[in-house]
């Protein structure tokens, strides 16, 4: 799948399921960036957490390449979480028995562009 034009960070090898991280992403997608920045921080989950910091490297990614641009006239474009690899671990249980706990990570891409009006 092919990054949209557009200002983009990308964080990876994150030990959060994707399940998991997407319905965050959901819910700031398409929105400003001062929005989704206030919206992330009232939120209670992980994702929210690894979704800001993204977030706030592909704001400073676009104001460092274009030195015109200003922070509210920034929108969140395109927000992707794939899922990366998985560590396999031994969850040991009763009677001498084990069992295969995965541990699931996450890639996120964010890609933020400027306001079409502007």
Not at 69 to 89: C, F, H, Q, T, W
């Amino acid at each position: 799948m092919t990054v949209k034009k557009g200002y983009v960070a990308t964080t990876k090898f994150l030990i959060a399921s994707p399940t998991k991280v997407r319905p965050v992403a959901h819910v700031v997608s398409k929105k400003s960036c001062t929005k989704a920045m206030a919206i992330l921080d009232n939120m209670p989950q992980k994702g929210a957490v690894l979704i800001k910091n993204t977030l706030k490297s592909a704001i400073a990614n676009a104001l460092q390449a274009n030195k015109n641009l200003d922070e509210d006239s920034l929108y969140v474009k395109e927000i992707r979480i794939d899922e990366g690899p998985r560590l396999k671990r031994v969850w040991f249980r009763a009677r001498g028995r084990a069992d295969r706990l995965l541990r699931r990570m996450s890639h996120i891409t964010v890609v933020v562009d400027e306001k079409a009006g502007e």
